[in-house]
C-alpha cells in the first residue's frame, strides 16, 4: 500500500526552526518529484516547495525563500523540508506529496496524485 507519512511539526516561537520528514512506503520516491504544501484555516492549500526526482531542481514560494530549504534522501525514502526563522504566517498543517512526473518538479497541486496526512506547524509565541 503506497504511503506518505509526515512528522516533525509542532509549536514554535517566531523565529525559530522547524525539520519536517516525509516518509514513503510501499514505492521508492526516487522515480517522483515531490512537494510540500501547506494548508492554513479558511485558505487554499499552497505549494511551498517541490524538488525533483534526483534533487537537479528545486522551487519554493516567495513567501518562504531563502527561510525553507526542501531535500531528499533517496536512499532512505525520505524528502525534508527545513524551516528557518518561522513566522506565524507560517501555521498550517504541512503535507508533503508525489508527482509521477520526476522532472523539473512543480508546485501546482493538480500535479500531485499521492498525498499524505499532514502534520500541524503552529507558530506562536
Known amino acids: 500500500q503506497l504511503q506518505l507519512v509526515e512528522s516533525g511539526g509542532g509549536l514554535v516561537q517566531p523565529g525559530g526552526s522547524l525539520r519536517l520528514s516525509c516518509a514513503a512506503s510501499g514505492f521508492t520516491l526516487d522515480a517522483y518529484a515531490m512537494g510540500w504544501f501547506r494548508q492554513a484555516p479558511g485558505k487554499e492549500r499552497e505549494g511551498v516547495s517541490c524538488i525533483s526526482s534526483r534533487g537537479g531542481s528545486t522551487d519554493y514560494a516567495d513567501s518562504v525563500k531563502g527561510r525553507f530549504t526542501i531535500s531528499r534522501d533517496n536512499a532512505k525514502n525520505t524528502v525534508y523540508l527545513e524551516m528557518n526563522s518561522l513566522k506565524p504566517e507560517d501555521t498550517a498543517v504541512y503535507h508533503c506529496?508525489?508527482?509521477?512526473?520526476?522532472?523539473?518538479?512543480?508546485?501546482?497541486?493538480?500535479?500531485?496524485?499521492?498525498w499524505g496526512q499532514g502534520t500541524q506547524v503552529t507558530v506562536s509565541s
Open positions: 506529496a508525489a508527482d509521477r512526473i520526476s522532472w523539473p518538479c512543480s508546485r501546482s497541486r493538480t500535479r500531485y496524485g499521492y
